[in-house]
């Protein structure tokens, strides 16, 4: 019989729908043999069951450490440790408590960072002189550039600009104006993505060419029309010494050599 007294009550608790995020959230480029930290969140899910993460491709671009995290929990992905093109892969994180909510995120991973400098052979400067250093970038998807460094760091010369230059962006190293004794200096350009990658030019600076001032009192007598011998040594410079006198360019090799009094 209906007894319209008795009731019977079902409480149900609506919750808002499960969200997942991935950060980084924007694409992503990657060099051969380097990592990138993934991190998943997952919103309004009770249970913390986190998410299950795959790759697509599944193989051939890349790993990732997990193959599920709680939410808030970071998931390392590496790049394959050779590769000679880009591939490209995507990462998705799909909610174990309900597998209709995911993120994604893109990924392209380059061959390795390879850094060159022009002039790439131990250079010659005189105190002084300036070279031109023109470094190039490959592979560098952010194009960051370089950082330059000097070893040593003071006393053999300074190079402008030194921070964050762009591949194909010549830099300037001056010598120091003038030096006691000749120097040598290590510039090395190293690419700012990817540190353990540079490379380096040697520069030797030398003393400034001099000659000796002539004193008429240290000459021997001379006969008018009779030989004459003396010697004038020049010091500083590198590589071999041209000698020209009236225009007329003369032996240097200690042969000595016959000049007019024009």
């Known amino acids: 019989v209906a007894d319209g007294t008795k009731l019977?009550?079902?409480?149900?608790?609506v919750n808002p729908a499960i969200a997942v995020t991935l950060s980084p959230s924007s694409p992503q480029t990657v060099n051969a043999g380097k990592t990138l930290q993934i991190t998943p969140t997952v919103t309004n899910d009770p249970g913390n069951q986190g998410v299950s993460l795959t790759l697509n491709?599944?193989?051939g671009c890349g790993t990732l450490s997990l193959?599920?995290?709680t939410s808030g929990t970071a998931v390392t992905y590496t790049a394959p440790t050779t590769l000679n093109t880009s591939c490209a892969v995507v990462v998705t994180a799909t909610s174990v408590a309900d597998n209709t909510k995911s993120a994604t995120l893109d990924i392209t991973a380059n061959?390795?960072?390879v850094v060159a400098l022009s002039p790439n052979t131990q250079q010659n400067l005189d105190a002084g002189g300036t070279l031109q250093i023109t470094p190039t970038v490959s592979n560098d998807g952010g194009n960051k550039g370089v950082n330059f460094t000097l070893n040593p760091t003071n006393g053999c010369g300074s190079v402008a600009p030194m921070n964050a230059v762009g591949s194909g962006t010549a830099v300037t190293y001056t010598a120091p104006p003038s030096l006691s004794?000749?120097?040598s200096v290590t510039?090395?350009?190293t690419s700012i993505t990817d540190n353990t990658k540079s490379n380096s030019v040697s520069i030797a600076v030398n003393l400034p060419l001099s000659l000796p001032t002539p004193n008429p009192n240290t000459l021997g007598s001379a006969v008018v029309g009779g030989?004459?011998?003396g010697a004038i040594n020049a010091?500083?410079?590198?590589?071999?010494?041209?000698w020209t006198v009236n225009g007329t360019t003369l032996n240097t090799n200690g042969t000595p050599v016959a000049l007019s009094d024009g």
């Open 8 to 13: 019977a009550t079902l409480n149900v608790t």
């Open 57 to 59: 491709p599944p193989t």
């Open 67 to 69: 193959n599920s995290a």
């Open 111 to 113: 061959p390795a960072i």
């Open 181 to 183: 004794n000749p120097c």
């Open 187 to 189: 510039v090395t350009a």
């Open 227 to 229: 030989s004459y011998g």
């Open 235 to 242: 010091a500083g410079g590198y590589g071999n010494y041209t």
